[in-house]
């Protein structure tokens, strides 16, 4: 039966039930949270934006719209096709001293549909408690273990409507759950982020043109301590391929704008970021960001290892450094830059 055509819709339609009942589950469990949770959740929200993984911090946060790999979830919900796999990997930052980034994140891709999951911690050695009274220290000591999760699926609907068709086009949904963890006590905030991503492709004999956008809106209560957050991002795909080889030379160009919006004041943030691979395995980046605290510049390399060495996997390694000029005007720390680091594998199913 699925092989007639009426079978074939039926089959489509089957997927898409399946997929609302999973945006359904992933909205009943983010439910609206208090707005004394967000106001505790400050913390949360100063740190969040620092480290959004090893690719997308050496492009300067400019990925939004050429994201890949299971980290991507943390800022574009709805990241767009990489083919049929299952992704799982860890990023670290060496930050401020005493203070260190970790994520953990996994995805699944089947068919038209991809589920991902991800985790980022911000923890810290143990500080000591200080109070206006006695600014010197009690002699107690706390630990920041903060965290953010977050549960993500999204569709590729040109799949279903138009298979084989030179467009991409996803839309996702995130739930996001915050974890506060405060001197008395935890807190837990929940909040939810909608995207969508759309690409074409282009062939002109050896070279390929592929254009792509996407856009993401938080879920953010304006009366909140957390500010709105919109982002629109812009992407550019130049490839060449060889005589027997495809995308022999591939350059990305990348543009992300942020509409950060909290009561009556706004502010907007710009990053530009571009990336150079050759043969498909060694890729060398750079970025800058203007945002409202000034401007940083970043760099990276990343190296896709042969997949005689790993199969049946991929194993992908990313670098970056991170511009630490800002933080080390602030006297927060000597550093001049700030290394990160990225591991990621891949099994196509």
């Known amino acids: 039966m699925f092989n007639s055509p009426k079978g074939s819709i039926l089959l489509r339609h089957s997927n898409f039930l399946r997929f609302l009942l999973l945006l359904a589950c992933l909205i009943?469990?983010?439910?609206?949270a208090q707005a004394a949770g967000f106001t505790r959740v400050g913390s949360v929200a100063a740190w969040e934006p620092i480290f959004a993984g090893t690719r997308s911090e050496s492009m300067g946060q400019a990925d939004l719209a050429v994201s890949r790999g299971p980290m991507s979830i943390f800022d574009n919900p709805a990241p767009l096709p990489e083919?049929?796999?299952?992704?799982?990997?860890?990023?670290h930052l060496s930050y401020i001293e005493g203070l260190e980034f970790h994520q953990y994140a996994a995805a699944a891709e089947l068919g038209a549909f991809r589920i991902g999951v991800a985790r980022m911690d911000f923890v810290s050695d143990d500080l000591p408690i200080r109070t206006a009274y006695i600014p010197d220290g009690t002699g107690e000591t706390y630990r920041v273990d903060d965290r953010v999760s977050v549960v993500s699926g999204s569709m590729d609907v040109a799949a279903l409507l138009a298979p084989g068709s030179a467009w991409d086009w996803t839309v996702g949904i995130s739930h996001r759950r915050y974890r506060f963890n405060g001197i008395e006590e935890v807190t837990h905030v929940n909040g939810l982020d909608f995207g969508s991503s759309g690409r074409?492709?282009?062939?002109?004999?050896?070279t390929s043109v592929t254009a792509?956008?996407?856009?993401?809106?938080r879920n953010i209560d304006d009366s909140l301590y957390v500010p709105e957050d919109t982002r629109l991002g812009l992407g550019l795909v130049l490839a060449v391929d060889g005589e027997e080889t495809a995308d022999v030379v591939a350059l990305t160009l990348a543009y992300v704008f942020k509409d950060v919006r909290h009561e009556?004041?706004?502010f907007g943030d710009r990053h530009f970021g571009a990336e150079l691979?050759?043969?498909q395995s060694l890729s060398f980046r750079m970025g800058h960001d203007k945002q409202i605290f000034g401007g940083t510049s970043q760099y990276g390399v990343g190296l896709n290892l042969p997949r005689r060495w790993v199969q049946p996997f991929g194993v992908t390694l990313d670098w970056g450094s991170l511009d630490g000029g800002i933080i080390r005007e602030l006297g927060l720390s000597e550093k001049s830059s700030f290394d990160t680091f990225t591991l990621t594998i891949r099994r196509d199913i």
Do not use: H, I, M
Not at 200 to 206: A, I, L, S, T, V
């Open 28 to 32: 009943c469990v983010a439910p609206t």
């Open 277 to 279: 691979t050759l043969l």
């Open 264 to 266: 009556d004041e706004y």
């Open 200 to 206: 074409y492709r282009r062939q002109f004999n050896k």
């Open 212 to 217: 792509s956008l996407a856009g993401v809106l």
């Open 83 to 91: 083919g049929q796999a299952v992704q799982a990997g860890y990023g």
